[in-house]
Nanobody
């Protein structure tokens, strides 16, 4: 059974940094595509960054050059390093695992950026 647990959210000032982590339980992590999504109040959930099983990455235009996604298959973990944070980055951030034709989600972690 897949379970995803995010951590690392919090409140920081604009221009600051945060690092989110997501630990996945269950089998198959190393051949899963993983991603970070976010959902701000009143908005749809959107893709922030993704990393394939072969570690190819892609980013939303709004975070390119500021965020970096990475994975550690030995620890069943993905991370999202977020730098130069802006108030518009405020959202609940969710970890996603795509495996065996299904999508799994974590419970989310709140990121709040003050101006």
């Amino acid at each position: 059974q897949v379970r995803l647990v995010e951590s690392g959210g919090g409140l920081v000032q604009a221009g600051g940094s945060l690092r989110l982590s997501c630990v996945a339980s269950g089998n198959g992590f190393s051949f899963s595509d993983m991603g970070w999504y976010r959902q701000a109040p009143g908005k749809q959930r959107e893709l922030v960054a993704a990393i394939t099983s072969r570690s190819f990455t892609n980013y939303a235009d709004s975070v390119k050059g500021r965020f970096t996604i990475s994975r550690d298959n030995d620890k069943n973990t993905i991370s999202l390093q977020m730098n130069s944070l802006k108030p518009e980055d405020t959202a609940v951030y969710y970890c996603n695992q795509a495996i065996w034709g299904r999508n799994y989600w974590g419970q989310g972690t709140q990121v709040t950026i003050s101006s």
